[in-house]
């Protein structure tokens, strides 16, 4: 008998998950040092949450089946249903709702942390990110909504954007809201359809649209989507409200005019922003990018926003009867990195260790010592970790991109003088070791 070979496990990641390496996380690092650094400015308390949360705790996603999956990954522990949350707003809408006695009013909050949805992935879309929130929580003034503008500018900008390289488009519900009044829709079920297939403006445009609207539209792919049955003057209606170039509704108004107080000038008005089709309640706002982002395949396309937010007034009443009208903005760091890494002038230096060769393992007294002097004055360094030949030690400080090695033999230990390689020019130079320092920094 022949025994069954033993099944190896993938060494593939399922679809929507990624492997991030140093550069990426060195420039995500940047970013969340800038966040910190303005957030801090502004005044906003820094929290965190857990990862699960009870699903019914996530609002719109409460389970209808026996199992929640819609949108959420979740598990049974004993008789409730757990989820990874969904994203940041959720859980804040819980921590406020559970702490509301403690906290102050309004409550300032910002958080950075993992999300994940149980959707399909594309480009630059992952299942799990790395998200950033800052919220208003306890206040109607609209100067709450306009600062959230302001401050994710300031961020935007203080990691390398210039005022022409991004938007935030402004929007209100209650624009829709009065559109739903003027075409005589009060079935909820028929808004929802409505909604979505507004904020496919950008991907499909208005004649994709205009399909939605009416009985529906076949992708090519010949897959159908059902329409909202809106007949023609509806749909005429509607394209006329959105192609509107300034607001009239109060909320908006207002918040245009402490724009203008803070001399803040990047925005724009677009009606046809959606976002949170079920619990955004007043002004919403998208940030968007407007340089092209390649995919892997070096293929310019349609990235999308980065991130937005808007007014929820009714979210943490969903816990019980508690006054926190609450504002927000959100975004998708790993998607803020993704696009950066693609701009030439962004770069972020990534510290490499000079790498000390192994001649004699019974030289490892000097080895460490000598680490030690340039590890003590901030120089990256590292003993060679293994057991090879010269040749594979090159081979390895080469492939971890070291700027230099520092050759240390018998005869150089005798003599108190290593010989220091640049990586980069292939000068070498046997320098004393009081010096070897001042040399180094040169090179790095």
């Known amino acids: 008998m022949t025994k069954d070979k033993k099944n190896k496990p993938s060494k593939e990641l399922p679809l929507g998950f990624v492997d991030r390496q140093e550069k990426e996380l060195l420039v995500r690092d940047f970013i969340i040092s800038n966040i910190k650094e303005v957030m801090i400015k502004y005044g906003f308390q820094y929290l965190e949450t857990p990862s699960f949360e009870y699903t019914d705790s996530i609002g719109k996603f409460l389970p209808d089946k026996d199992r929640p999956d819609e949108g959420v990954f979740s598990f049974q522990d004993e008789k409730k249903w757990l989820s990874l949350r969904y994203d940041l707003t959720a859980p804040l809408a819980r921590y406020v709702a559970k702490n509301y006695l403690e906290i102050p009013k309004p409550f300032k909050r910002y958080q950075l942390g993992t999300v994940w949805r149980n959707e399909k992935p594309g480009p630059g879309r992952f299942r799990e990110f790395l998200q950033f929130d800052a919220d208003f929580v306890g206040t109607k003034s609209l100067q709450a909504d306009a600062e959230l503008c302001v401050l994710i500018s300031e961020i935007l900008e203080k990691c390398g954007l210039s005022k022409e390289e991004y938007i935030i488009k402004i929007s209100s519900r209650k624009i829709t809201e009065e559109l739903f009044k003027k075409i005589n829709i009060d079935n909820n079920e028929q808004r929802l359809t409505v909604l979505r297939a507004l904020d496919k403006i950008d991907r499909l445009g208005w004649n994709g649209v205009k399909q939605l609207l009416g009985e529906g539209r076949k992708d090519k792919s010949g897959d159908f989507t059902k329409g909202a049955n809106l007949n023609l003057s509806s749909i005429e209606t509607v394209e006329k409200e959105l192609n509107k170039k300034s607001p009239d509704t109060k909320d908006l108004l207002e918040i245009f005019k402490i724009f203008k107080d803070y001399g803040f000038s990047n925005f724009e008005f677009n009606p046809s922003i959606i976002r949170g089709l079920e619990y955004y309640t007043g002004p919403i706002f998208e940030v968007s990018l407007k340089f092209d982002v390649k995919n892997n395949k070096g293929q310019v396309i349609q990235f999308g926003s980065i991130g937005g937010g808007g007014r929820y007034d009714n979210l943490v009443n969903n816990f019980g009867n508690y006054d926190a009208p609450a504002t927000g903005i959100s975004i998708g760091l790993d998607r803020l990195v993704?696009?950066?890494?693609?701009?030439?002038?962004?770069?972020?230096?990534?510290?490499?260790?000079?790498?000390?060769?192994?001649?004699?393992?019974?030289?490892?007294?000097?080895?460490?010592?000598?680490?030690?002097?340039?590890?003590?004055?901030?120089?990256?360094?590292?003993?060679?970790?293994?057991?090879?030949?010269?040749?594979?030690?090159?081979?390895?400080?080469?492939?971890?991109?070291?700027?230099?090695?520092?050759?240390?033999?018998?005869?150089?230990?005798?003599?108190?003088?290593?010989?220091?390689?640049?990586?980069s020019s292939g000068n070498e130079k046997s320098i004393p070791i009081k010096e070897l320092v001042n040399e180094i920094k040169k090179i790095i």
């Not at 693609?342 to 192994?358: D, G, L, N, R, T």
């Open 338 to 423: 993704y696009a950066l890494m693609q701009k030439k002038e962004f770069k972020v230096k990534q510290s490499k260790p000079v790498v000390i060769c192994v001649f004699d393992k019974n030289f490892m007294k000097d080895y460490i010592n000598l680490q030690k002097i340039l590890r003590n004055v901030g120089v990256s360094t590292e003993i060679y970790p293994g057991e090879s030949k010269l040749k594979k030690q090159m081979e390895y400080a080469n492939k971890i991109n070291s700027p230099a090695v520092i050759l240390y033999g018998e005869d150089e230990i005798k003599s108190g003088k290593p010989t220091l390689r640049d990586l």
